[in-house]
């Protein structure tokens, strides 16, 4: 589970073995997990995180979302 990067409490990280997924991040704090696609930035998934906190991670997620695709290519080969 490679760490992409770290922004507060949380961490965004891939599953190594999602490379034929679309792109897409994992986001984690504490016992909370959420899941957003890439391209267009779209929460898939999440457990535990308050509303606010969806949005505040997507807010993350689309200010970095140059650096996941470019991070995703160069981790799963594309």
């Not at 507060?8 to 034929?20: A, L, V």
């Not at 986001?27 to 457990?47: Q, R």
């Amino acid at each position: 589970m490679p760490t992409v990067f770290r922004k507060g409490k949380y961490r965004f990280f891939f599953f190594s073995n999602e490379g034929q997924e679309r792109p897409h991040i994992h986001v984690e704090s504490g016992n909370d997990y959420a899941k957003y696609w890439i391209e267009p930035v779209v929460l898939a998934h999440s457990t535990g995180y308050s509303r606010a906190e969806v949005n505040e991670i997507g807010k993350i997620v689309e200010k970095a979302q140059d650096i996941i695709k470019e991070k995703w290519n160069a981790h799963f080969g594309y």
